[in-house]
């Protein structure tokens, strides 16, 4: 991978996003390992290329599978269905969180377990809050509306609108 991939684990290792992003672009694609692939999407989305960051983790996730590092590959699954989700596309969140699942299903009791049940109970009460308050009709706040994206809830009904919410 020459001298690119050196720097862009150095600057990794510094967190200097912009630099990382920068030397990986540099580097040849065919030398880049999973460690590698994922620093690129680290990257990538600290320097707001989130659909880049995207297709890169993908492609962490089928390296780190690969080479038998399912815990790792079920980081970068959870991580693709958090950002899935904070896109509000629900059916990409619900194959990589499935991916996730199965990932971690040999080691129950690792940090990676602990990230994916903590989506997994944000998105649960996400959907309980949300069928509360449409059932009661409430408008939300900004910062509610926030909370609903980082939960992978879509948006919140505009009252005034002519159309039905929810269809």
Excluded at 38 to 67: H, P, Q, V
Excluded at 72 to 101: M, T, V
Excluded at 141 to 161: H, Q
Aim: glycine share 6%.
């Amino acid at each position: 991978m020459g001298d690119h991939g050196g720097i862009a684990r150095e600057a990794a290792a510094r967190q200097e996003w912009a630099d990382v992003y920068a030397a990986y672009c540099e580097a040849d694609p065919t030398d880049l390992g999973p460690e590698d692939l994922e620093a690129f999407a680290d990257a990538a989305w600290w320097t707001s290329r989130l659909e880049e960051s995207l297709d890169l983790r993908a492609k962490a996730f089928a390296a780190y599978w690969d080479a038998g590092t399912h815990r790792r590959a079920g980081y970068c699954a959870w991580f693709l269905a958090y950002d899935y989700l904070i896109k509000n596309e629900w059916p990409h969140a619900s194959g990589w969180l499935k991916r996730a699942q199965r990932c971690l299903t040999e080691d129950p009791d690792c940090l990676e377990s602990g990230f994916l049940a903590l989506l997994e109970s944000n998105v649960a009460q996400g959907a309980v809050v949300d069928r509360d308050r449409r059932a009661a009709r409430v408008e939300l706040s900004p910062s509610e509306e926030l909370g609903r994206a980082i939960c992978g809830l879509p948006r919140a009904p505009d009252r005034t609108s002519r159309h039905r919410w929810p269809p």
